[in-house]
């Protein structure tokens, strides 16, 4: 209750508590979005290792896959790499400035490639198939705005760079 601009013990109370609660998911926000970012490429890339090694001519049918959307074959290793090790960077925290970089770059060549490859499809096809690569390429270019947002803002507590930052002073 506010008395002549006055605010009580209660209030003030509840203020700081706000304020330290901000203050605590501030530091957890950066890690829990560079933690769900980086899942996605790098959780993704395991399935699709485990198909490749599982299945006979695995490696073959992952790189047609990606030739079938109009990625050249050298895409697949790429690919691979990409989303294996700058996944793992980016979990640990490790070069989060460049591994999202890079991801914001790859997620924009998927985002184009799925509008491209819309406009590489029959008359014939089901506008849900449409509707579909819309959302997927839409899907990516979400992933890019994110990936540019963390390679702008890179300095995030609990992560490998702010360790390594903290032992160098």
């Known amino acids: 209750m506010k008395l002549y601009g006055l605010q009580t013990t209660q209030e003030q109370g509840i203020i700081r508590f706000n304020k330290f609660k901000g203050m605590i998911m501030s530091q957890y926000m950066g890690l829990i979005a560079r933690v769900f970012l980086s899942s996605l490429y790098f959780i993704s890339m395991l399935f699709i290792l485990d198909f490749i090694v599982s299945t006979p001519q695995g490696y073959e049918a992952y790189q047609v896959s990606l030739m079938s959307k109009g990625l050249p074959g050298i895409f697949a290793p790429l690919s691979i790499l990409i989303q294996i090790i700058f996944g793992a ?34 008359a014939e096809v089901s506008p849900s198939v449409y509707q579909d690569l819309i959302l997927k390429g839409l899907q990516y270019l979400s992933l890019f705005g994110g990936f540019l947002y963390m390679a702008i803002h890179p300095e ?7 360790l390594c930052a903290k032992r160098k002073k």
Do not use: E, H
Request: proline share 5%; no cysteine; charged share 5%.
């Open 89 to 122: 960077f980016l979990i640990a925290g490790f070069k989060i400035k460049l591994s999202s970089y890079i991801f914001a770059i790859y997620s924009l060549i998927w985002a184009i490639t799925y509008f491209l490859f819309m406009g590489n499809l029959p």
């Open 156 to 162: 995030m507590p609990y992560s490998l760079d702010s």
